[in-house]
C-alpha cells in the first residue's frame, strides 16, 4: 500500500524534510547538546508520541550520560489544537534538581510546551532546556522559545517520523505535508 492510498485520494503528501536532511540535522542538534552539556548529566523528557522517534535518534548521538523519561500531553483532535493542554501520562521520575532537556516533535502554538515547562519549574528543576526537531513559530499563541531547533517551518500540518495524523502515518522515514490533492493526480 502505498502513503497516498493510506490517506485517501482527497489528499497528497508532500516531502518536507528527507531522512538524510533529517539525520544531518539530528546530527547537528546532538552535537549542540553535547557541548552544552559537557560534564553533566542530563535527564531527556521525551513528549510522546510524536518526538519517538526523533528522540531515539537524537539519543543516539549523545555523549554525555542520560537518564530517559517520558510524558504525554494533548490538546490536538485532528488537525486542531483544543488550546486546552492536558497531562495524561505523568513521569516516573523525580526532577527536582535536576538537568532537564525536554525532546519535542513540533512547536505549533507553543501552548503544550508552556504549559510542560511551566509544570516542571513548579518542580524544582536545576535547568530547563527545550530541543524541538521543527518549529513553527510564526503561529505562537503562548511566548515560547525553544533552545535547540532543527527546522524553521512556516506551517502546513506536517507527518512522518512520528509525527501522526489521527495516529497514522507516523512510520514514514521523511516528514511529508499533507495537501490538498486539486489536480486529481496521485503523487
Ligand atoms: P502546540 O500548538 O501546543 O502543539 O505548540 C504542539 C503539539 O502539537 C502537535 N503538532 C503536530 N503534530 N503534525 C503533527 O503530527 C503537525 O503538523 C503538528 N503541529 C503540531 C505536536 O504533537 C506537538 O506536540
Ligand atoms: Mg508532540
Given at each position: ?113 508552556s504549559f ?16 524541538t526537531l ?41 516528514i511529508y ?11
Amino acid at each position: 500500500m502505498d502513503q497516498t492510498s493510506r490517506l485517501g485520494q482527497e489528499h497528497l503528501l508532500r516531502v518536507v524534510y528527507s531522512h538524510q536532511q533529517i539525520a544531518s540535522e539530528v546530527a547537528r542538534l546532538a552535537e549542540e547538546i553535547n557541548k552544552a552539556y559537557s560534564g553533566r548529566e542530563l535527564l531527556v523528557i521525551v513528549v510522546l508520541k510524536g518526538a519517538l522517534f526523533f528522540a531515539a535518534d537524537l539519543l543516539r548521538g549523545l555523549r554525555i550520560p542520560v537518564r530517559v523519561d517520558f510524558v504525554k500531553l494533548s490538546s490536538y483532535d485532528g488537525m486542531m489544537s483544543s488550546g486546552h493542554v492536558q497531562l495524561t501520562k505523568d513521569l516516573d521520575t523525580e526532577v527536582a534538581g535536576r538537568d532537564v532537556l525536554v525532546v519535542e516533535d513540533i512547536i505549533d502554538t507553543g501552548l503544550t510546551l508552556s504549559f510542560l515547562v511551566d509544570l516542571l519549574h513548579k518542580r524544582g528543576v536545576a535547568s530547563l532546556s527545550v530541543c524541538t526537531l521543527i518549529d513553527k513559530k510564526e503561529r505562537r499563541q503562548a511566548q515560547f522559545d525553544p533552545d535547540f531547533v532543527g527546522f524553521d517551518c512556516p506551517g502546513g500540518f506536517l507527518v512522518g517520523y512520528g509525527l501522526d495524523f489521527n495516529e497514522r502515518l507516523r512510520e514514514l522515514p521523511s516528514i511529508y505535508e499533507i495537501v490538498e490533492n486539486n489536480t486529481g493526480e496521485v503523487e
